[in-house]
């Protein structure tokens, strides 16, 4: 009986009596294996045989073990369970098809049969089931159940409504000729509602127009009717497709058979026609390019890590994590929400391979939860992770030679005048945002534009570092591209600039100035000053101590001065000078040394 027609239009079932169950045939074992197909017995054998053979799954049921030696076609049950043959006890819902008998489910339809009915080795009577199924309801249960085999794969595709009858009658003699039995009279045959081979529209004009191939008109129909389709000869042609094809859905369909049969060879070479466009870049790859060129300048070598981690790792920046419904791993169900856990992982991965020496930068993307139900904000961002030497050769101090704190500060700055931003400040990183644990107490930073943080960079905390037992110190800075490009000044434009034709004139200055004032505004106070003609400032010494007065700190500076179109003179270098010694003292606050 079928309780549900929509998921099965149609079901036949017919009865072999008397079987002795056993290994098939030493040539069938043969060509199953051949496609990949274990055998398993004469009667189990016999199904995938024919399977491979005309394309129509079926399965053979223990008749003795079938409550009331009937089937019927339905919804499960919720919550109603069943064991299948591969020993796992499945859980269902109301939208799953299953073959029951009176008093359960016995085998989910077109997927997998039941461990309580299925043939073993005191099987004497069989009942054989071939149907056809609805192919979006199959595809659709063996989703959400995760189950995947030959016969699901077949009908989730669709098969040929009017195959069953043809292969139970193929089956069935092949079951009696391999086990003995004798094949009952009378095949049941539940078709309540015939599935009507689609009608299709084709336009022979069309079909020339998509080929670029002259076909006639009585060519195509010569094909389609080799191909077994019923084709009305007036224009457009009104095709019938037979059910062993249920891959002709539309025109695009048909045209493809037409020119398969007609020879691809035959289509001539051609020039694409039609307008075109020149390519373009979009604005968010052009800025992650100079972003990943920049910080290749830097030495830096870029890596990728995985966007699933662990959802402990997830909540490491004090963020709730985005979770994932089915994942396949614990150590992969939830997405990133910072790059540093990944970028960490490779430093760990290096020194476990004694590998203590690793500079390295990633431009991905990180998930923060905006709710249960909304969908989570993806945001770019750039992590960059430091450890080990910097430089290398034997006349290269060592201190000299491993990277440290400002070593990344620099790398920052690169990127932030790379990127165009707006003037940015650094300030000490603010405890209590659930970070802590990343962040060394006193060696960590942020980097802010117009009072939005762009970046935090910092050390790796010593306790985290102890525990990944890593060589060296870490240093770590993660960038929020999308901040930083909503806050930059102005979008760079390189400008080349020839080889300069005058010299330069250098010109040292000291200045000693409060411990809070940072050299970055010194600096920008010395730019600002001396004006155009100002070709770089370069800080070359910071010291403490006496005679410099406690809570103040020394710091030297070697400006280099050029024209554009004449060497300066002395005068002129002085007059520069002057307005840089008299903005330092009035705007910084600063002594001068002499």
Known sequence: MIADAEGCPRFTASVIEGVRIGPSPAWMQRRLEASGVRAVNNIVDVTNYVMLELGQPMHAFDY???????????????????????????????????????ERAIALAGIIGGSRTEIGPGTATVLLEAAYWNPHAIGRTARRLGIRTEASARFERGTDPEGPPGAQARAAALMAEVSGGRVLRGLVDVYPRRVAPPLIRLRPERTVAVLGVAIRRTEMVRILRALGCAVDGTA?????????????????????????????DRVPLTLPRGTTTPGSVAPALR???????????CGLVEVLTLTLVAPSAAASGGENPVGLQNPLTQDHAALRTSLLPGLLDVLVTNASRRIGDVHVFELGRTFHSRGRLERPEERRAIGIAMMGR???????????AVADLFHLKGILEALLAEAGAAPWNVVGHR????????????????VTVNDRVVAR???LHP?????????????????DLETLFSARAQVPVAVYAGLPRHPEVERDLAVVVPEDVPAAEVERIVHEAAGPLVEAVELFDVYTGAPVPAGHRNLAYRLRLRAPDRTLTAAEAEEIMGRVRIALRTRAGAQLRE
């Not at 985290?464 to 993660?478: G, K």
Request: charged share 35%.
């Open 457 to 459: 960079f910092g050390e």
């Open 463 to 479: 306790d985290r570092a102890a525990a990944e037992r890593l060589p060296h110190r870490v240093y770590l800075a993660e960038v």
């Open 431 to 446: 405890a209590g945002d659930g970070s802590g644990e990343w962040w060394h107490p006193t060696r960590a930073a942020e």
């Open 64 to 102: 003795d073990r079938v409550a009331g030696h009937g089937l019927t076609v339905r919804r499960a049950r919720p919550g109603e369970t069943l064991e299948t043959l591969d020993g796992v006890s499945r859980t269902l819902d109301g939208e799953m098809l299953v073959v029951a008998d009176e």
């Open 287 to 297: 800025a992650d390019r100079r972003v990943r060129e920049t910080l290749t300048r």
């Open 390 to 400: 910097w430089r290398f050769g034997w006349n290269v101090r060592e201190e000299q």
């Open 236 to 264: 457009p042609l009104k095709v019938r497709v037979p059910t062993f094809r249920p891959d002709l859905t539309r025109e695009e369909d048909l045209i493809e058979e037409i020119i398969r049969i007609h020879g691809y």
